[in-house]
């Protein structure tokens, strides 16, 4: 894979009639809209996050708990974007066979499939979220999976521009969109992740940077 800065932000083309909740890894780019930089500052080649940065960190990393099939890989919050490599891993039954894949049937518990919209916007903190049996999810899309991490991120953003005063965002924190890509070698992982761990670095000549749109 040839990576391209000045696509990464779109969602990419999707492969028609591609599963993706089958397992594999997932390299995804989420933007914040109007690339505002709301999540922290570039300091020496280094991301300094604020308050906003270790949140959405924080939620990055409560997919395997939402989600027992993902494994959260390579991460980095930048100023305004996010980057993430994603694996959806593949769950064995008491029979030792894959509950994504069982004579050719894919096997989806009571939750899988149905819309995931996130808990209810709240005044109230979100410090540690507890997942029952009743509300994991297994066999998610990437899709949904993005769609459940961008809302709970809104919501407690939005809950910290109302106690904490962190600054506001214009009507969507993120943007509408987003881009991800099939990761399907190892060699490709190695890049991906490379890159993915050298972005503070490279701030400097980031398309996002708001220096580089002046």
Same mark, same amino acid.
């Given at each position: 894979?040839?990576?391209?800065?000045?696509?990464?932000?779109?969602?990419?083309?999707?492969?028609?009639?591609?599963?993706?909740?089958?397992?594999?890894?997932?390299?995804?780019?989420?933007?914040?809209?109007?690339?505002?930089? #709301?999540? =922290?500052?570039?300091?020496? @080649?280094?991301? &300094? !996050?604020?308050?906003?940065?270790?949140?959405?960190? $924080?939620? +990055?990393?409560?997919?395997?708990?939402?989600?027992?099939?993902?494994?959260?890989?390579?991460?980095?919050?930048?100023?305004?974007?996010?980057?993430?490599?994603?694996?959806?891993?593949?769950?064995?039954?008491?029979?030792?066979?894959?509950?994504?894949?069982?004579?050719?049937?894919?096997?989806?518990?009571?939750?899988?499939?149905?819309? #995931?919209? =996130?808990?209810?916007?709240? @005044?109230?903190? &979100? !410090?540690?979220?507890?997942?029952?049996?009743?509300? $994991?999810? +297994?066999?998610?899309?990437?899709?949904?999976?993005?769609?459940?991490?961008?809302?709970?991120?809104?919501?407690?953003?939005?809950?910290?521009?109302?106690?904490?005063?962190?600054?506001?965002?214009?009507?969507?924190?993120?943007?509408?969109?987003?881009?991800?890509?099939?990761?399907?070698?190892?060699?490709?992982?190695?890049?991906?992740?490379?890159?993915?761990?050298?972005?503070?670095?490279?701030? &400097?000549?980031?398309?996002?940077?708001?220096?580089?749109? $002046?």
């Amino acid at each position: 894979m040839t990576y391209n800065p000045k696509i990464h932000h779109r969602r990419s083309i999707r492969l028609k009639g591609y599963d993706y909740s089958k397992a594999g890894l997932y390299f995804i780019t989420i933007c914040v809209k109007n690339h505002q930089c #709301l999540f =922290g500052n570039i300091v020496e @080649n280094k991301i &300094i !996050l604020n308050d906003a940065g270790y949140m959405v960190e $924080k939620w +990055y990393y409560e997919l395997e708990n939402k989600y027992p099939d993902k494994k959260c890989r390579e991460m980095i919050v930048m100023p305004n974007h996010f980057h993430c490599i994603v694996e959806n891993t593949k769950i064995m039954n008491k029979h030792g066979m894959s509950i994504r894949d069982v004579n050719g049937t894919t096997i989806r518990d009571a939750h899988v499939g149905t819309s #995931l919209h =996130g808990r209810p916007k709240t @005044n109230e903190p &979100i !410090l540690k979220p507890q997942y029952g049996i009743n509300n $994991k999810k +297994y066999i998610a899309t990437i899709g949904d999976t993005m769609d459940w991490f961008k809302t709970m991120t809104t919501n407690e953003y939005i809950h910290g521009v109302k106690i904490y005063n962190w600054k506001r965002f214009d009507k969507k924190l993120w943007q509408r969109n987003y881009w991800e890509h099939i990761i399907r070698n190892g060699a490709e992982y190695k890049r991906i992740a490379d890159y993915i761990n050298e972005n503070p670095a490279k701030w &400097i000549d980031d398309k996002f940077n708001p220096q580089n749109s $002046k």
